[in-house]
């Protein structure tokens, strides 16, 4: 019978999590969350963006504007596709971001000597730049997902990110654990999110599997846990509360960024 509905709300130990993950007999499936679950980022997700408009402006010398300026461009910019798409930022295409913000500074005259092709390289390169700069393993974890790797488990990555799968693949690979996983799912490559409980039930069809043999593991309860249960898929809740907070601290001191921070 399938045990749905399924919310575990304490820090679980790895061998906790194990034993957890075991007690779905029909569930040889995961599907895994990335931020904040696999990997956390020590700053605030602002100040992501404000180093890759830091790597932009350094790449690409026509664009003569402070970072704020390039910043706000781009969150202006994920502003109106999403009141155009009427979906949230992470469900658009990439390239139709990049595609926006490449056209916005062609008007403003900010380039005129670089091909969307260029453009197109440099940006990617500068999101991967910037993410890979404040990111760190969640070791607890990685460490279950080897052991559930080795007992013969499928692993999938499924995030609701605004880049796509390529660029999170490359992420992972840096990390030196793209091993782990099948296949990585996202958001903006399917427009469909985790946050709309929709990408579930496209992932399921895709992978031509049923719910009952997936468990999502994830540290956000609505996205992660009860959307999944909403799809019968079994969830496991991974909070990681003391990142969470060390988190929050970092955000704080990172709303405005130093000089040297893309260096």
């Known amino acids: 019978m399938l045990r749905a509905f399924n919310i575990i709300c304490a820090i679980m130990k790895p061998e906790k999590l194990l034993k957890k ?40 010398p ?11 461009i781009r969150k202006d910019v994920e502003k109106a596709l999403q009141s155009k798409t009427k979906k949230r930022y992470f469900e658009i295409p990439y390239i139709e971001i990049i595609n926006e913000i490449y056209k916005r500074l062609r008007f403003s005259n900010h380039l005129q000597d670089i091909s969307f092709e260029n453009f197109e390289t440099i940006f990617k390169r500068a999101d991967y730049r910037s993410e890979i700069k404040v990111q760190h393993l969640n070791n607890s974890l990685i460490s279950v997902l080897k052991q559930l790797k080795e007992e013969g488990y499928k692993i999938y990555c499924v995030s609701d990110f605004y880049t796509n799968a390529k660029i999170l693949k490359k992420i992972i690979d840096y990390h030196g654990i793209l091993y782990l996983f099948e296949d990585v799912f996202m958001s903006s490559d399917c427009g469909l999110s985790k946050h709309n409980s929709n990408l579930y039930p496209y992932l399921l069809k895709q992978l031509n599997i049923e719910a009952e043999e997936v468990i999502m593991l994830g540290n956000n309860l609505s996205c992660d846990v009860r959307n999944a249960n909403n799809n019968n898929i079994n969830a496991i809740h991974l909070p990681y509360k003391n990142d969470f907070r060390q988190n929050k601290v970092s955000a704080i001191g990172c709303l405005l960024y130093t000089s040297d921070a893309a260096d």
């Open 21 to 60: 993950v075991k007690s779905f007999n029909k569930s040889k499936i995961i599907f895994c969350d990335y931020f904040d679950t696999i990997a956390h980022r020590k700053v605030h997700p602002n100040y992501v963006l404000r180093l890759w408009a830091k790597f932009m402006i350094r790449e690409i």
């Open 62 to 72: 026509e664009i003569k504007m402070e970072t704020d300026e390039l910043y706000f």
